[in-house]
């Protein structure tokens, strides 16, 4: 299949042979190719322009997420994003293989408080949850680190 | 992401066109900040022909306003906010800290 790359160290291999996969430079100036690349598999898959501006959201929230905060520090990191339909469900993996950050350690934000209080940290983590159906982030013993977003059609 | 400044006799306008991401929110900031820095802190931020902005930009958005609060001494508004960043704007409970003006002749208006 075409855009496929099996990735070895993923159990998940059938799943992600049905996906499409690319690796980018763990870099701010691709959220734009990212943006693109699960929006036009949004779109093709069916969803509206507002699941899709979602969809385009959450994932640059993760990879930006990933790239700010996984890879502080480092050079050289690279994301692998996989993305695909199956049925009326849309999968996002974006694989890291920088220091794990778990998305559930965050607080999320008091969206309450007033001006001087509020905290913008937690606020993409808290825009993915509200976005997606389903938010899962698992880091691996091989020390890559897997988050997992589903969308469902409605 | 391109941004234009426009003065006004009472607010300086502030104009994005594109997309603000982390790639480009440090200029949307440095934007706001130049303003601030040049004793502007009545600003009317115009996204007309804004396609897109992310948390990146919201946390921009959010240092101009603190700043331009700070003793009484302006604020930031909003105007024509694109439908779809007007949601993300109201799940991130942000449409609270912004007045919002349909048109930015309105925004410039209300100073």
Redesign the interface.
């Known amino acids: 299949m075409e855009g496929c790359r099996l990735q070895p160290y993923l159990a998940e291999a059938a799943l992600i042979c049905r996906m499409q996969s690319v690796r980018y430079a763990a870099k701010?100036?691709f959220?734009?190719e990212i943006?693109d690349f699960v929006g036009e598999i949004a779109r093709q898959g069916g969803f509206g322009?507002?699941d899709v501006?979602?969809i385009?959201?959450a994932t640059?929230?993760a990879a930006?997420n990933i790239?700010?905060h996984a890879y502080d520090g480092i050079r050289d990191g690279v994301l692998d994003l996989s993305c695909g339909m199956e049925k009326d469900v849309m999968t996002i993996i974006l694989i890291d293989y920088g220091i794990p950050f778990d998305p559930s350690a965050i607080p999320m934000?008091n969206?309450?408080a007033d001006?001087?209080e509020?905290k913008?940290g937690g606020?993409?983590i808290?825009?993915m949850r509200?976005?997606m159906d389903e938010v899962h982030y698992d880091p691996r013993p091989d020390k890559s680190n897997v988050l997992t977003m589903i969308k469902r059609k409605r | 992401m391109e941004i234009t400044v426009q003065e006004f006799k009472h607010c300086d306008m502030i104009t994005i066109k594109g997309r603000v991401d982390s790639s480009t929110a440090p200029q949307l900031a440095q934007a706001l900040e130049s303003a601030n820095d040049g004793g502007k802190y009545k600003l009317v931020v115009n996204m007309a022909d804004l396609e897109y902005m992310s948390s990146a930009g919201f946390r921009a958005l959010l240092a101009a306003q603190r700043n331009s609060k700070r003793y009484n001494r302006g604020e930031v508004v909003l105007a024509a906010v694109p439908e779809r960043i007007r949601e993300a704007l109201e799940l991130a409970g942000f449409t609270e800290l912004f007045k919002t003006f349909d048109d930015s002749l309105l925004a410039v208006g209300h100073f």
């Open positions: 701010f100036e959220l734009d943006r322009d507002k501006y979602n385009q959201l640059d929230e930006s790239i700010e934000p969206l309450k001006l001087s509020r913008i606020l993409g808290f825009l509200k976005l």
